[in-house]
């Protein structure tokens, strides 16, 4: 009797060598006692969320911006030489900033290289405009809008904001709003009116992203500036085209600026982590 | 008492692996305790049909080929038909399930709760919770444990890890560790280098089974002690890596690369060496190690999943994940092979060969196998509620996926009625006639 006492007493070990007496759905006390839960959790504080959501809407900013200008050259508002003029100025001084930024050299020989992508780009653009104009030319707007419509929200989901996540593919996303500006620009009346968009374009979406990057790692406290300046010309810009369409920008801005960090933080108690022995290992360097 | 046992897996000879030789060294003591053992599997390639092997273990080699990573479509109700044929045909009353992974485990289990059949599922292995595809694989996990009767896990931490992955009651799970046949994995001494000392590698080189720590564990170690010679057998994407390392360090006589090494050629490689090196990031149980233990070496590993449950602290030196720590190990290991501190090569074996056998599964299993018989019938209400706890959604889903399956088995009753099913012939009748001496022509 007291030998089966001392045996009951003795710890459980967690192996699986030794019989220990007890059936083989024994659960003992330390069951899932190595068991962690939520160990690297990040707290959030609100207006620091806020601040960070200015990188999504930077993007659609630029969405936006890009359909109002589409519109306006529609409209007759404005013209392609305009656009063109202003476009290639606001790039020359956005690279020489970028340049300044990035404390290169002056290596003559990259200096070279981009002069002649951009030349050889001009060149092909301005040939292919043309085929651009009539390339969709058979297709109802409808089609062409709602094409542009998911080409563009294809750009906004799939760019790079940052993050490390596997939807990401910066290729894709540029190349989504290239497809939707090809789209729009057959719209247009002049091979002119076409060849000034699709650069736009490219500017807008495959240029500004790496100006902004940069902006973003050595002057972190400009982007609320840049945010307010760049909201208020899309707001200007897109009133002056349609009431409604600023009214649903403005709602769309305080969804993901208010209402979807609010949102985050709510749900973070809810967060269920688990970690324990069963997790695949992290090699400790 | 004596069962018919159904084992099914997509995993089976001709393939080699571990679920493998587990369900048929399973399936062989079973079938010495007097039980009636059948095998469901997919087809092969052209292997397909009914196969016998040793002793009467009757083998479905289902027509249905294998699509991803050797397992079926999952199509939850085409297997319906032929599986509940098997199952009456054979008079099964246990439906033995292996391996989250094998769709046709999972769907033959939920077709033999809807025929009341008790369903027995081994997890063999370790899953995460973080990333898409574990999370959908756990939902498709809970769906599965929530009809069946009791479920095995290989190791302790294996056991932890399915409770909460399949939100299972932990005594609904037993443990009953893998075995090794000790008589294949025999120790020798005239095969070992006794000038040198040998660390061998036999495992996959990928990611997962720490071909980067091997990587970076073999310069260092080659670099302090001068008589230690590496054997590695495997191969995989990381084989480049290790080469890479050969070559920087000017190593080429002290690393063999043997590539892949062939089930029977394991014991030869194994029994060259002094000291079994096992760097995995995330092992349920690592049958490895305790072949390499019952071969008489020495074993270092890293503590990771259930690998500290299975050898006691003379036959193991566990590390951390680390270059370091592995490094530190190694050095202890080779110090007491130095100082001849470690266990005698046949003490290990008798130790192996006493204690992971496969009698002593099978004996555990049967009592898993007796407690499930015994226990009440679940009616379908009680399972289509059991299935609702799954979730908020995927419990609605899972319960019409239920209640349609029995449709589809009352439709199949009536096409098929069980009456016109004929019963196939039981082998133990045959082995009893045999046994007994009775000459089978002159008895027909």
């Not at chain 2, 595809?133 to 294996?158: R, Y």
Request: aromatic share 10%; with cysteine.
């Amino acid at each position: 009797m007291a030998m089966s006492c001392d045996r009951s007493r003795k710890k459980w070990q967690k192996v699986l060598y030794k019989d220990q007496g007890v059936s083989d759905n024994y659960v003992d006390e330390s069951f899932l006692e190595e068991m962690k839960k939520n160990l690297h959790i990040r707290t959030y504080e609100f207006w620091a969320v806020v601040r960070e959501s200015n990188v999504v809407m930077q993007q659609i900013y630029s969405v936006w911006i890009f359909v109002a200008v589409y519109f306006h050259m529609r409209n007759f508002v404005l013209t392609p030489q305009f656009l063109f003029e202003m476009s290639s100025a606001v790039t020359i001084v956005g690279y020489i900033v970028n340049f300044v930024i990035l404390h290169e050299n002056a290596l003559t020989k990259s200096r070279w290289k981009d002069g002649k992508t951009m030349g050889i780009f001009l060149i092909l653009g301005f040939s292919l405009s043309p085929i651009l104009m009539t390339l969709t030319k058979t297709i109802s707007t409808d089609t062409i809008y709602a094409m542009t419509f998911f080409m563009l929200l294809a750009n906004l989901l799939f760019h790079d904001y940052g993050t490390d996540a596997a939807i990401v593919s910066q290729a894709f996303s540029l190349n989504a709003a290239i497809f939707a500006s090809i789209c729009l620009a057959s719209r247009l009346p002049t091979t002119w009116h076409a060849f000034s968009l699709v650069t736009f374009a490219f500017e807008l979406f495959a240029l500004w992203p790496i100006l902004r990057r940069n902006l973003k790692i050595h002057f972190p406290r400009l982007q609320i500036i840049l945010s307010f300046l760049l909201g208020s010309v899309v707001t200007v810009s897109v009133a002056t085209v349609s009431s409604v369409a600023v009214v649903v920008f403005l709602l769309l801005h305080l969804f993901i600026t208010i209402l979807c960090p609010a949102w985050l933080i709510r749900l973070q108690p809810y967060k269920n982590n688990i970690h324990g022995p069963w997790d695949e290992a992290v090699i400790k360097q | 008492m004596k069962h018919s046992i159904c084992m099914v897996s997509d995993f089976f000879y001709p393939n080699i692996g571990g679920v493998e030789s587990h369900i048929y060294q399973l399936s062989q003591c079973l079938i010495e305790r007097g039980h009636k053992v059948i095998v469901v599997t997919h087809a092969y390639g052209n292997r397909s049909g009914i196969r016998y092997l040793s002793n009467g273990l009757k083998v479905y080699y289902l027509p249905i080929q294998p699509v991803y990573n050797q397992c079926i479509l999952p199509t939850v109700f085409t297997t319906l038909p032929v599986i509940r044929n098997i199952l009456l045909r054979e008079s099964i009353n246990i439906v033995h399930g292996h391996s989250a992974f094998s769709a046709l485990a999972l769907e033959s289990i939920f077709h033999a709760r809807t025929m009341n059949v008790k369903a027995v599922f081994t997890d063999h292995s370790l899953f995460g919770f973080a990333d898409l595809s574990s999370i959908l694989t756990n939902k498709i996990l809970k769906f599965s444990l929530a009809g069946v009767n009791h479920a095995i896990c290989v190791s302790h931490t294996c056991k932890e890890n399915t409770v909460l992955r399949g939100k299972i009651d932990p005594s609904d799970v037993s443990v009953i560790p893998n075995a090794v046949d000790a008589s294949v994995f025999t120790p020798t001494s005239t095969e070992r280098d006794p000038e040198k000392i040998t660390i061998v590698v036999m495992s996959r080189l990928v990611y997962r089974k720490g071909a980067d720590l091997l990587a970076s564990v073999i310069p260092e170690i080659c670099s302090r002690h001068s008589d230690v010679q590496f054997i590695i057998g495997g191969d995989g994407p990381k084989r480049l890596a290790i080469e890479e390392v050969r070559e920087h360090f000017q190593l080429h006589d002290r690393i063999r690369l043997l590539g892949t090494v062939g089930h029977s050629a394991v014991r030869q490689v194994l029994v060259r060496g002094d000291i079994f090196l096992n760097t995995s990031l995330t092992e349920a149980f690592c049958i490895a190690i305790v072949e390499a233990a019952s071969c008489g070496l020495q074993v270092v590993s890293t503590s990771v999943g259930g690998i500290p449950e299975v050898l006691p602290p003379d036959m193991i030196q566990l590390a951390e994940p680390s270059a370091t720590s592995l490094v530190e190990s190694l050095d202890k290991a080779i110090a007491k092979r130095r100082n001849c501190q470690l266990l005698s090569p046949d003490g290990a074996h008798d130790w192996v060969r006493k204690t992971y056998t496969w009698q002593n599964v099978a004996e555990r299993t049967e009592i898993v196998y007796d407690k499930i018989s015994a226990a009440t019938e679940v009616t379908l209400a009680d399972r289509l509620h059991r299935y609702n706890k799954c979730g908020l959604v995927a419990g609605k889903i899972f319960i019409f996926i239920a209640a349609l399956n029995y449709l589809l088995l009352i439709l199949c009753n009536w096409i098929s009625p069980v009456q016109n099913i004929d019963l196939a012939v039981d082998c133990r009748k045959l082995r009893r006639l045999k046994t007994s001496g009775v000459n089978l022509e002159q008895s027909s």
